[in-house]
Each structure stands twice: as C-alpha cells, then as structure tokens.
C-alpha cells in the first residue's frame, strides 16, 4: 500500500541518531564562546535525512534533522528543519533546503546545512523507505498513542500514490504502520507533520531503554549497517549499541526542537522563513556554549540578509501566514525553479505541460499558464464516504486534490482561502455544494483553499 517514503523517518531517526551520536561521546570538546569567526562544533553532529527514492527521480530529502550528543554523557538533542526552509544553497541560489539533495546528494545537502546553521557537521546518515521499515521492525516496533483518526490520501505521492488509514488510541505499530502516522499530513501541513516525529521519536527512544539491545546489539547493527548510507562503520555501531544499553536509563533524555522562524508564501509556493538571531541563540544553547558577541552580530546579519531578499522583516509571528510578493529578480528566479522541482517531486508534469492537451502549434508564443490550484480535504462530517465524494468534487471544479484528512465533528461546510486570493475565490465559485465562505491564511503545504466538510455535505 505503502511504497515511497517522505516524511516517514521520524521513529528511526531517534534510534540512528542515538548510535550514531553516542559514537562519538569521548570527542571533540566543547568550546566556551562563540564568536561567529567559525562553524560551532560544542558537541557532536549528525546529519540524519530521510531520502525519498523514486524511479527516474534521485529523490528529496523530506525529512531533515541534526542528532546533538554531549560529549561524555547520554544526553541527545535533535534539531528538525523543515523541508520548506528557505535556505542559500551553494551553487544553485535561494531554495527550499529539500532541493540540496536533488541537487548534489548528501554532500551538498551537509555543506547547505552547514552554512546555514552555522555549525559543524560531523557524519551523516541516510535511510530510504525499505531502511526505515526494517529498523523499526528490528528493534520489535513501538507503542503510540494516535490523537485521532487518520484518513489520508494524496494520488501524486510516488508512483502509485498513498493511502493512510489510522484509528485513534494507543497501538503497537511494526515498520509499515509507523510510516503512515509520521507521514499524515493534516491542515497544519509539515509543521504538524514535524510534531508527529517528534511525538514518534520519543516513542522510539523510550523503547530503546526497556528493550535489551545487550545480546541483540550484533543483529541490530547488521540491519542498521546495511539499510541506510553513512560513513559510520558497522563495528562502530555495534560498540555504541552495547555503550548505549549500559549507560541509558529508563528516564528519557531526549530533547526535540524545530527550526524557529513562520510560513509564508512567495509566488504560491509555500515556504518556511527561518528567524535567523532566534535561530543563532538556539543553535548555541543546544550546543551548550556561551555567545560572544561576534557571533550576535553575525546572527543579526543573516537576519539582514533575509530582510534584503524578501523586501520585509523576516521575523514575523510564526501562527500567521504570509503572502509575500517577490521583488529580486534571482529570488524569483529560484521560486520558478523550486515549482518545478516541487511538481517533479509529486510526479506531476511542469505547469507548461498541464491543460487539456487540445492546444495546437502556432506562430505565436505560447501563453504562460498559472499553477493549477490545489486544495485539501478536511472530512469534519462523520461519514467515511463524504471526504471522497467533496474531493471529487473539488476536482471536477479545477482542483488538484493534495489530501484527504479527518477533522473534529462540524455542522456545516466551511471553505477556507487565502485572503485576497482572487483565483481561489473564483474557483471554490464552482463548487456544488453549499458552504460558508472564509478568507484568512490556508498553512504551507495545504493548498489554496481548505474544505472542511461538514455534517450539511450529503443534506
């Protein structure tokens, strides 16, 4: 049901990131100030990516974090970076920081991260879909409690699509299943997603201290060496199992935080906007060293930096969407190339090549075609059959549908757009069903218009 992998890796990146970090416990020793003359190195990192692999693609790095581990102690801190991130990539301008990969594989991908954080990189992993199925399964699965139910579905996901189906309440999740809770997408699109993983993580890692990986450290190694792609080497891994089950409590020690900054799009394509002095502070205190000034004001420049390119203050309130007009001709540049790799990332043909396939060769230039419309499905009415059904509908009014998920309980129909948004106004127009009207700001990842289907649907 299930055979490409994005946002999966969250469960078995906490059990890579706990081997690979403790690997290193006794070095390097961490620095007392930074003074923003150099990349931090308090203490050692590890870039994890969860590589989304498909025929005729080399595939995306959705899922993006840095593993922290003190030196000396058990201690782990994870650090998640959303795939949106607008980032400066080297070599290929401004994009979202899942292009890296595409672009130049993990090496370019370490580099861009570097760079951006600010920090020194030390080793990487990197799992697949088959590697994370396998490692979760090796260490017997975990127990989780899922929020609600989950019904997702999204056609453009790999080559056959995704299908999510979840019932609320706690379970015990092998491999495949833990795939679909990290990967669900709901309104909150990756920023809720990123949640999950966090949630999952510490699932992971509090099994990983009741589970006895003493006598199982050998086979455990052995799957985990030969499903992903690291520099790390298996003898290694096996030493940091055995450390790791004698010196790990039954108290969970993990921290989990996200990237700081707020959504925002440029040109309908949606994108996460870092804070880039929230962002030094944070990157600093994970690391456990003291700023110095240097570093404050290097901080402050990125920052600067940010401000120049949008037009804007690039700090803003991270609950609030913003729709940002592009005025730098290299940055909008780069946004055209994002679009593409976005469409190409979800199998879709570009935007020249969508429409009704009836147009006939002229003299005349082409017409520039606007990026088709997307929306999500929110089925708020009770009924299994409902969120199929006003997805159909939606499509048959010029939508692209991107998911079908399940919401809390509503009596009517409410259809949330973009304000302003004259294209999605006119659009929802055509659909035939009644609805309420709502003009705000639709999250990054979810489209340009939300449809919560209520009770009222099928009256």
Known sequence: ????????????????????????????????VADGSGKLHGKRNIMIMGVDKRSGDVGRSDTLMVAMADPGKEKLS???VPRDTLVSIPGHGWDKVNHAYAYGGHTLSQKTLENFLGLQINNYVLVDFQGFVKLVDAIGGVDIDVEKDMQYTDPYDGETGLVISLHAGRQHMDGTTAIQYVRYRDEEGDIGRVKRQQKFMKAVFQKL????????APEIARTLYQSIDTDLSVTDLASLLVTFAKNVSGDS???TEMIQGSPAYLDDISYWIPDMEALGRQVARMQGVQVGSGYTL?????????????????????????????????LKKSVEQSRKLDLKGKGMPPVSQMGSGEEKSSSLPPTPRQRPLQATIVNCSGSSQAGAQAAADA???????LSITTGNPMDQTQV??????SRAEERVNSLPFNYALLRGAVNPGSGDAVIYVGKDYSK
Do not use: H
């Open 395 to 401: 499509r048959n009014a010029g939508f692209i549908v």
């Open 298 to 330: 290097a901080a402050r420049r990125a920052k600067e930096k940010y401000d120049k390119l949008l037009g804007m203050n690039s700090t803003a309130d991270t609950s609030k969407v913003r729709e940002i007009r592009i005025q730098d001709e290299q």
């Open 209 to 216: 201290t009741t589970t006895s990986l003493l006598t199982r």
């Open 253 to 255: 020690r993990l921290e």
């Open 1 to 32: 049901m299930v055979r490409k992998y994005k946002g999966w890796i969250a469960g078995m990146v906490v059990f890579l990131a706990v081997v690979a970090g403790l690997a290193f416990a006794l070095r390097p020793r961490p620095q007392t």
């Open 416 to 421: 949330l757009i973009n304000a302003g948004s």
């Open 78 to 80: 994870l650090l998640s």
